[in-house]
């Protein structure tokens, strides 16, 4: 019997396999998520690098929002990675959700990445 952590990199796993497949060279925006906090990154998976990255434990995620761990933090996240990766210059990314069902938390940081310009 497999554990759910198991089945979560199962599906991660199967989720990137896909992505690699329609990337074409634009970095991938990576989801990662906890019961308590959302954070996301912007790889470039050709060179190996991150360009942006933004969290719930950044003070001023936490500053503005009730809670880490609700949809209205994940939307602060989003709305930040949005800003860091135009001073990096990525407008086009590849979303990965890993693992995660595209819903609550993980749809409120996308929606709020997409207002703030990013294109996927």
């Known amino acids: 019997m497999k554990t759910s952590r198991e089945k979560l990199q199962r599906r991660a796993q199967r989720v990137r396999t896909k992505l690699r497949r329609v990337a074409e060279g634009r970095p991938r925006l990576s989801v990662s998520r906890s019961h308590k906090n959302i954070s996301v990154q ?46 990096a210059g990525v407008e086009d990314v590849v979303f990965d959700r890993g693992g995660y069902m595209f819903h609550g938390r993980v749809k409120a940081l996308a929606d709020a990445a997409r207002e703030g310009g990013l294109k996927f």
């Open 42 to 87: 912007i790889i470039d998976d050709e060179k190996g690098i991150t360009l942006a990255s933004a969290s719930t434990l950044e003070k001023e995620v936490i500053a503005s929002a009730k809670s880490s761990g609700n949809v209205e933090a994940a939307a602060l996240v989003g709305k930040a990675i949005a800003e860091r990766a135009k001073k």
